[in-house]
């Protein structure tokens, strides 16, 4: 399974952006996540999606982060929006587990 981001770019505080994964190979879109990586953190998983549909969230992203996934067009997206510095990161898409090799990555940068 290999993975490509994109877009990501400069917001400012409170901007939005929709972040896309293109997934090749084979995959099942219920185990999918966006993990992201701070300058001098470790990657952090922020999003999943899950068999139910609904996605979970850590705490420092709730109700302003979307994951959505769509296995027939083999894509994962990540809708952010009410944009904080502390979210200024390379975000990556992976399975739940990280158990595929990383992707490039897609930096935003979070900043006035």
């Known amino acids: 399974v290999q993975f490509v981001e994109s877009g990501g770019g400069l917001v400012q505080p409170g901007g939005s952006l929709k972040l896309s994964c293109a997934v090749s190979g084979t995959f099942r879109i219920y185990e999918m996540g966006w993990w992201r990586q701070a300058p001098g953190k470790q990657r952090e998983l922020v999003a999943s999606t899950s068999r139910s549909g609904w996605g979970n969230y850590v705490d420092s992203v709730k109700g302003r982060f979307t994951i959505a996934g769509d296995q027939a067009n083999a894509r994962l997206y990540l809708f952010m929006d009410s944009l904080k510095p502390e979210d200024t990161a390379v975000y990556y898409c992976?399975?739940?587990?990280?158990?595929?090799?990383w992707g490039q990555g897609t930096q935003v940068t979070v900043s006035s």
């Open positions: 992976n399975s739940h587990d990280a158990r595929y090799f």
